[in-house]
Nanobody, 127 residues
Framework: QVQLVESGGGLVQPGGSLRLSCRAS????????IGWFRQAPGKEREGVSC????????YYSDSVKGRFTISRDNAKNTVYLQMNSLKPEDTAVYYC????????????????????WGQGTQVTVSS
């Protein structure tokens, strides 16, 4: 059983920044690739980013490339999503997830691939 907990969401003005955290209760997080997803009201869950174990290969959706950065701190069992230059269209509930593999697969952006999810954290970008 993998338990993931997201934190760091909130209300921010356009152009602002937030850092989301995804923490596991045990060091098991360090063995797995971790994906970040988001879901806006009325929309399907969308893959945002993924980081592999080990060399930490990273992937981003086109909509966030250049603005968001994914990283991991194995000593803290935590994966981060640094979000800069936020836009109103980034407003969504953000989730971290894993399919308990060690690398981000070719379908890393497909939510059905993942079987363990956190509860989500709300990000609202508004003036």
């Amino acid at each position: 059983q993998v338990q993931l907990v997201e934190s760091g969401g909130g209300l921010v003005q356009p152009g602002g920044s937030l850092r989301l955290s995804c923490r596991a209760s045990t060091s098991t997080l360090n063995y797995y690739a971790i994906g970040w997803f988001r879901q806006a009201p009325g929309k399907e869950r969308e893959g945002v980013s993924c980081i592999s174990r080990g060399d930490g290969s990273k992937y981003y959706s086109d909509s966030v490339k250049g603005r968001f950065t994914i990283s991991r701190d194995n000593a803290k069992n935590t994966v981060y999503l640094q979000m800069n230059s936020l836009k109103p269209e980034d407003t969504a509930v953000y989730y971290c997830a894993t399919d308990r593999t060690s690398v981000c697969g070719s379908k890393w952006y497909v939510y059905r691939v993942y079987d363990y999810w956190g509860q989500g954290t709300q990000v609202t970008v508004s003036s």
